[in-house]
């Protein structure tokens, strides 16, 4: 059976510059903001040496829509997801499931509400 693995993600949003904003602050990292014709890209730093998928935020007013309680959600990796949760209240953002064990195997999570309204997890090991 042939395996399928995330390649690319992208996160809708209503408003670019506070959305890169939020990210940056909770994530503390740097995005590369691009426009594409009449889209507004700003995408993630990632490693693909390190088999992780890369993605970034979209806007275009007609094709992407923010989504609060339905659809995909996607999951960041940390090494500790309390670090990036405590730094979602400052940035904008609202954290839906505090840090949280799932297993001992599997680590632990939680669950933030962004700037913009959409639903997104965070895992780490630790």
């Known amino acids: 059976m042939k395996s399928v693995t995330v390649g690319w993600f992208e996160i809708p ?6 959305a890169i904003a939020f990210y940056q602050k ?3 990292c740097i995005l590369n903001q691009q426009e594409m ?10 490693d693909e040496s390190k088999g992780r ?9 007609d094709f992407y829509h ?7 959600l996607i999951y960041f990796s940390s090494e500790d997801c309390e670090v990036e949760l405590s730094r979602v209240k400052d940035a904008g953002g609202e954290v839906q499931i505090p840090k ?3 297993a001992p195997d599997i680590g632990y ?8 309204g959409n639903r997104i997890a965070i895992h780490s090991m630790a």
């Open 13 to 18: 949003v209503a408003d670019m510059d506070r």
């Open 26 to 28: 909770v994530f503390d």
């Open 37 to 46: 014709g009449d889209f507004q890209m700003a995408w993630f730093p990632w």
């Open 53 to 61: 998928a890369g993605g970034g935020l979209v806007f275009h007013k």
């Open 66 to 72: 923010t989504s609060k309680l339905a659809g995909t």
């Open 100 to 102: 949280r064990m799932i």
């Open 109 to 116: 999570m939680g669950v933030f509400l962004d700037s913009e």
